[in-house]
């Protein structure tokens, strides 16, 4: 199963719930894969989701951050 939590400029604090509730579905975690997908290339996303990589690592959960280099549109 693929999750992906897109955003456009919202907040951590927005977006963190989403990934969270993603990352806690009911459904075998070698199976589930969540991809953040972040159009600003934002430090802040990238920071809450390398924590919840970790966490994530736990429950052995596969997940990413994917961002658009704003150069290279």
């Known amino acids: 199963m693929l999750c992906c939590v897109a955003y456009i400029a919202e907040?951590?604090?927005?977006v963190q719930p989403t990934c969270?509730?993603?990352?806690?579905l009911n459904y075998p975690?070698?199976?589930l894969m969540v991809?953040?997908?972040d159009d600003g290339n934002s430090s802040a996303m990238r920071?809450?989701?390398q924590q919840l990589q970790f966490q994530a690592r736990l429950?052995?959960?596969?997940?990413?951050?994917?961002?658009?280099?704003r150069e290279r549109s």
């Open 29 to 31: 975690g070698s199976r």
């Open 59 to 69: 429950v052995h959960c596969n997940s990413s951050w994917i961002f658009r280099d």
């Open 20 to 24: 969270i509730a993603a990352l806690n």
């Open 47 to 49: 920071d809450m989701v």
């Open 11 to 14: 907040p951590v604090d927005v």
């Open 35 to 37: 991809h953040v997908l």
